[in-house]
């Protein structure tokens, strides 16, 4: 069974840009989380979509926002990028919308902001 | 936004040795969660509690969930070079669906 797939694996941008990661989760997990990671902040909530609609969200400014397709892909996209906005993305899937403890997360989106 | 506070923030230990970290909380969880990050990659899960005063092993891990919900304990026992990495500890609350709240993280490094 393929576990969570993110893509791309490293991004390169400069300020100012905007960027999109997109997300697979694992067959039948209905539920998609993403995460942002940095060495000063450690591992902070974004936000979770459940059938293509946003459940929760965290601590971010609007130029964080996401989406869900009918499929439960997932994509975020970030406008006006930020050197601050350099970062580990890591997405997580579960099969239910509440599935905190049965996450599984990819491997990330390494993202460096110029 | 929010982190929990781990110790130690690293550690380096001998194989074989017998490791013990910790998280603690300003505020009250209803699930901690225990996992390991390797270079590279997302966290794993290596244990969930559910119970204040709980205690769940799962092999060579030990975990507990404290009695007022606002720390818990990660024990490793008879270290292998494999355990090397990151661990984080996580809170979870009924009612946050997904929304984690991590530990500032522990580096565990095993020397032979």
């Known amino acids: 069974k393929a576990g969570v797939t993110q893509t791309p694996r490293y991004l390169i941008k400069t300020r100012g840009q905007q960027v999109t990661l997109s997300c697979s989760p694992i067959?039948?997990?209905?539920?998609v989380s993403w995460y942002q990671q940095t060495p000063g902040q450690g591992l902070q909530f974004l936000f979770e979509?459940?059938?293509?609609?946003?459940?929760n969200k965290g601590n971010f400014p609007g130029r964080f926002s996401g989406r869900q397709f009918s499929n439960s892909r997932s994509e975020m996209n970030v406008s006006t990028l930020e050197l601050g906005d350099s970062a580990l993305y890591l997405c997580a899937s579960s099969r239910d919308l509440g599935g905190g403890e049965k996450l599984f997360f990819g491997s990330g989106t390494q993202l460096s902001v110029l | 936004g929010q982190q929990l506070n781990q110790s130690p923030q690293s550690m380096f230990i001998q194989e074989g040795e017998d490791v013990s970290m910790n998280c603690t909380s300003s505020?009250?969880?209803?699930?901690w969660l225990w996992y390991k990050q390797d270079p590279g990659e997302g966290p794993v899960l290596l244990i969930a509690l559910y119970k204040a005063g709980e205690l769940t092993s799962n092999g060579r891990l030990t975990a507990q969930f404290g009695i007022t919900r606002k720390d818990s304990f990660l024990n490793i026992s008879a270290s292998i070079p494999s355990d090397v990495g990151i661990y984080f500890c996580?809170?979870?609350?009924?009612?946050?669906?997904?929304?984690?709240?991590f530990g500032t993280g522990t580096r565990l490094q095993v020397t032979l």
């Open positions: 979509y459940f059938s293509e609609t946003q459940r």
């Open positions: 996580a809170g979870l609350n009924t009612g946050t669906a997904s929304k984690l709240t």
């Open positions: 067959s039948g997990h209905r539920s």
């Open positions: 505020s009250i969880f209803n699930t």
